[in-house]
């Protein structure tokens, strides 16, 4: 081993952590097609949700609980809402604010997260 990081072990330690983050999602009841995650800010989007859908509480708090302190929902009719809930006191619950964050949305994965 030459020292430097196991780049295969830390993919699939990242793929496990998203697995069971989407999980915990879908188990709530949100359907969405992909995510992505932005470590500037500690936030997590979800890509392609359906149209209407909100982020409970309790989604909200299974994306705090992995580390994330905002999240963006980008919906398949080209609305979206921020979420901020990770506050410098912890979690506090947040009904999401219209944003227009939609402009850049990743080519759809062929099997989604639904």
Same mark, same amino acid.
């Given at each position: 081993? $030459? @020292?430097?990081?196991?780049?295969? /072990? ?12 989407? !999980? ?11 995510? @992505?995650?932005?470590?500037y800010? $500690? $936030? ?5 949700? /359906? ?6 509480? *309790?989604?909200?708090?299974? *994306? ?12 398949? !009719?080209?609305?979206?809402?921020v ?5 410098? !006191? ?8 219209? =944003?227009? =964050? ?6 759809? $994965?062929? /099997?989604?997260?639904?």
């Amino acid at each position: 081993m $030459s @020292g430097k990081p196991d780049l295969l /072990e830390a993919v699939t330690l990242f793929r496990r952590v998203d697995d069971a983050f989407s !999980d915990e999602l879908i188990a709530l009841g949100l359907k969405w097609d992909d995510n @992505g995650f932005d470590p500037y800010d $500690s $936030s997590v989007e979800l890509y392609r949700a /359906e149209p209407g859908s909100e982020l409970t509480e *309790a989604m909200q708090k299974v *994306a705090y609980d992995y580390g994330f302190v905002k999240a963006y929902l980008n919906r398949s !009719d080209g609305t979206a809402k921020v979420y901020n809930f990770g506050t410098v !006191d912890g979690f506090k619950y947040s009904r999401g604010d219209p =944003c227009h =964050c939609n402009g850049h949305l990743p080519t759809p $994965s062929p /099997e989604g997260k639904q």
